[in-house]
């Protein structure tokens, strides 16, 4: 049987929602929201369109002991959704985490990212002393999100993008958390 929950792994409250572990319940909403084209754009790994049990895979390895990247729902729960977004920490050496988020696209620019990013900065579960994230540059709202958290811009790159099937330029960003 397949666990349903992370022991490990924080609640953090966030204003209008809050950052929770995923569920096995999840992967209905999940697989509608990356399952549009918009959001797997804006990712590296989310592939266009979604294989047929590609959301599974990922809620189970994000509930697995063992698992290299930590992940958060945003869930509305009281507010008439559940599932808005996501949000993850994949964990590097040297005490440092990439950040990595989406928001489900109805609820783009309603500040929804902005507030996951500061609550997952503020709350620093995994007390990383350095967050890193990048974004696509075609994604100047996404890069807003991370500068509004306090991320330093520290330089262009670039990542492959599998929805996109290419190399995409990234800007990166960097948060001192000590």
Do not use: C
């Not at 929770?20 to 918009?38: C, E, F, I, N, V």
């Not at 790994?45 to 930590?70: C, K, M």
């Not at 995409?168 to 948060?175: A, D, H, L, M, N």
């Amino acid at each position: 049987m397949l666990e349903d929950s992370v022991a490990d792994q924080p609640v953090i409250e966030a204003g209008r929602f809050a950052l929770r572990p995923p569920r096995q319940g999840d992967t209905g909403l999940l697989s509608l929201y990356a399952g549009d084209k918009r959001v797997a754009r804006g990712t590296r790994s989310i592939p266009h369109p979604l294989p047929p049990g590609a959301v599974e895979a990922f809620v189970t390895r994000a509930l697995a002991a063992d698992r290299e990247e930590d992940v958060w729902v945003l869930d509305g729960g009281e507010k008439g959704h559940e599932v808005l977004g996501v949000v993850s920490l994949r964990r590097m050496d040297r005490n440092q985490s990439q950040l990595g988020y989406w928001v489900a696209p109805a609820m783009w620019n309603t500040g929804l990212a902005s507030e996951a990013v500061k609550a997952m900065v503020e709350a620093n579960p995994l007390d990383n002393e350095i967050l890193f994230a990048e974004v696509f540059q075609d994604n100047p709202a996404s890069a807003r999100v991370l500068t509004n958290a306090g991320f330093e811009y520290i330089g262009e790159a670039e990542a492959h993008s599998v929805s996109r099937g290419a190399n995409v330029p990234t800007w990166t960003y960097i948060r001192r958390m000590r």
